[in-house]
């Protein structure tokens, strides 16, 4: 039984479970999850998912598992000797600073590029409100102020957990391309982030996601 | 060489690093930061953790920031001693460990901390003014998932099963000081309730509860 991950196209972190599959090589089925029917919210998803949150799997055995980055981190370290390695160090030192950066990653980046996302590009299409700017122009200040410590850490070391790429740096990819097209240019701007950020772009396993999911 | 655990003594997410070193028996050294004096701003402190938050943890020169990093390092560390099975080793059950902290940090942290902030943070600084209306509707996001909770909790002890792990514990210091800022969505559920006064009735939170202290001189 092949391994099911239950989402939907528009949703970053689907595409973040997708490309750690995409590097761990563990081939997945897609189930699409139809927001416009509240499917999310159905009786059957919330026996899955409890939060009525997007994606969860299903793995070949059955076994249920939610939230991206748990996920991701099941998969990488299921299969350590497939497709890229060392995505989650295993020495306890290296594993500390690998945790560190996700955490990071979580309330210094992910916070505010999803909230400010959500304002600008989810909430006028999909729930016919009023775009809060003064909202937009403090969570892109957040930003800018978080990814300039992101560059003064990128000065000194090649990713954001030392000097090996981490799953910590893949995260980073959903959000991310999706903020210089509504004018927060820090990832292409700044020197050490541009650089990080545009190496992870290029990556194949982020190329597939692109296609899978039909992302401009 | 004594842990150093670097942190203003009444930080919520330092007491989240206090509680797990004395789950585990860590004996360490409280270093405190004067955050009221911008003390986490000042250049040394950011060579140390370059955000300007508190707390970090510096092990004999190993420098390490983000409270549940940290507590991840030292219950690993010190898995042998002090309580056991805070947070689980078998692959699945290790799995559902990193869900239930991801979706405490996404979906309880997250309003509930800001909350926290805005209505007890921000009363004694002169010229800030509590935002009542983004409060409510914190609260209100905070009441959806506290609902989740009270479903979970009424099949099971705590967040993952049926015993406790790290996952519980870290709510503490936040879900703790909700009461204080007028919002009673942890008492107001049977379950939830319940589970809350399990956990902050364990030794650890009372230890570091009203401040932390060091557990060994310097």
Known sequence: ?????????????????????????????????????????????????????????????????????????YIATKYP????????????????????????????FD?????????????????KGPVDEAY????????????????????KQKYLAGEELTLADLYHLPYGVQLAPIGIKNLVEKPNVSRWFKELEERKSWLDVKKTFNIQ | MVLKLYTYYNSINGKRVAITLHEKNVPFELHNVDVFTGEHKVSTFLE????????????????????????LYIATKYADQGN???????????????????SEVTNIEDPAYKAVVEKLFKKPVPGLVPDEEFFKKLITG???????????????????????????????????????????SVDSRPNVARWFKDITSRKSWQAVKDGIKSTSTY
């Not at chain 1, 937009?136 to 000065?155: F, G, P, Q, R």
């Not at chain 2, 009424?154 to 204080?180: C, F, M, R, W």
């Open chain 1, 1 to 73: 039984m092949v391994l099911k991950l239950y989402g939907n196209a528009v949703s970053p972190c689907t595409h973040r479970v997708a490309l750690v599959l995409n590097e761990k090589e563990v081939p997945f089925e897609f189930h699409s999850i139809e927001f416009a029917k509240i499917e999310h919210k159905s009786p059957s998803y919330l026996e899955k998912q409890p939060f009525g949150q997007v994606p969860y799997i299903e793995d070949d055995d059955g076994f249920i598992l939610y939230e991206s980055r748990a996920i991701a981190l």
């Open chain 1, 81 to 108: 000797d497939q497709g890229t390695k060392g995505l989650v160090p295993t020495d306890p030192k290296a594993n500390a600073l690998f945790h560190q950066a996700v955490y990071v990653e979580v309330t210094h």
């Open chain 1, 111 to 127: 916070d505010p590029a999803a909230k400010v996302t959500f304002e600008k590009n989810v909430k006028p299409k999909y729930f």
């Open chain 1, 136 to 155: 937009i122009e403090k969570l892109s200040n957040t930003l800018d102020a978080k990814l300039s410590v992101y560059d003064k850490i990128l000065e």
């Open chain 2, 48 to 71: 140390k953790q370059p955000f300007g938050q508190v707390p970090y943890l510096d092990d004999d020169g190993f420098i390490l920031y983000e409270s549940r990093a940290i507590s």
């Open chain 2, 84 to 102: 056991q099975g805070l947070i689980p080793t078998e692959p699945k059950a290790n799995a559902l460990f990193h869900q239930a902290v991801y």
């Open chain 2, 142 to 184: 905070l009441d959806g998932k506290l609902d989740v909770y009270e479903k979970i909790l009424s099949k099971q002890k705590y967040l993952i099963g049926n015993e406790v792990t790290l996952a519980d514990l870290y709510h503490i210091p936040y879900l703790s000081l909700l009461p204080a800022a007028g919002c009673h």
